[in-house]
Antibody, heavy 117, light 105 residues
Framework: EVQLVESGGGLVQPGGSLSLSCAAS????????MAWFRQAPGKGPEYMAK????????YYADSVRGRFTISRDNAKNSLYLHMNSLRAEDTAVYFC??????????WGQGTLVTVSS | EIVLTQSPGTLSLSPGERATLSCRAR???????LAWYQQKPGQTPRLLIY???NRATGIPDRFSGSGSGTDFTLTISRLEPEDFAVYYC??????FGGGTKVEIK
């Protein structure tokens, strides 16, 4: 059974940093692109970043490029999102997702990030 | 700059009726890498259709996808009570459309 479990969310002040993790199991992690999305209350899902199977390519949404960094450790079956210069508008539930080939076939349950003073 | 435009914003229908949802892309979607998702309150998005017309594992055949280039359609042939939800289209596994809410009339 595919499982994706996010962790690392919490309350952070504007301008602060936070790192999220996603532990993957139930599939061959090293053979799949992976991605991060977020969803603010009452809004639709928003793409953040994605990373190639071997970590050699990364892509970002315009809204987070230069502030967020996606990475992975295939030996640990883990995906990461490091977030800098956080703003109030970054407040959302953050999800990791498995890319099944140009679509996301499995999602984690998410971790809440709140940016507030 | 809207990349994917979904219409209508809300669709009010009764169980048993047919639902037709539209997704229009600003530019042609190469290889029809367009997916559809269903999301219910408090749940994560569920993949329904990938590559425009392929049903994901376990998705009932009342859900179908069609289209190519810039115009795509999700059709639910006969709405079941559990189908009332928000539906999103997505291109290339990243950018989402704004969503269509299918509500009970």
């Amino acid at each position: 059974e595919v499982q994706l479990v996010e962790s690392g969310g919490g309350l952070v002040q504007p301008g602060g940093s936070l790192s999220l993790s996603c532990a993957a199991s139930g599939f061959t992690f090293s053979r799949n692109w992976m991605a991060w999305f977020r969803q603010a209350p009452g809004k639709g899902p928003e793409y953040m970043a994605k990373i190639k199977e071997d970590g050699s390519e990364e892509y970002y949404a315009d809204s987070v490029r230069g502030r967020f960094t996606i990475s992975r450790d295939n030996a640990k079956n883990s995906l990461y999102l490091h977030m800098n210069s956080l703003r109030a508008e970054d407040t959302a539930v953050y999800f990791c997702a498995k890319d099944g080939g140009w679509s996301l076939d499995y999602w984690g349950q998410g971790t809440l990030v709140t940016v507030s003073s | 700059e809207i990349v994917l435009t979904q219409s209508p914003g809300t669709l009010s229908l009764s169980p048993g009726e047919r639902a037709t949802l539209s997704c229009r892309a600003r530019q042609s979607v190469r290889n029809n890498h367009l997916a559809w998702y269903q999301q219910k309150p408090g749940q994560t998005p569920r993949l329904l259709i990938y590559d425009a017309s392929n049903r994901a594992t376990g998705i009932p055949d009342r859900f179908s996808g069609s289209g190519s280039g810039t115009d795509f359609t999700l059709t639910i042939s006969r709405l079941e009570p559990e189908d009332f939800a928000v539906y999103y289209c997505q291109q290339y596994g990243d950018i989402f459309g704004g969503g269509t809410k299918v509500e009970i009339k």
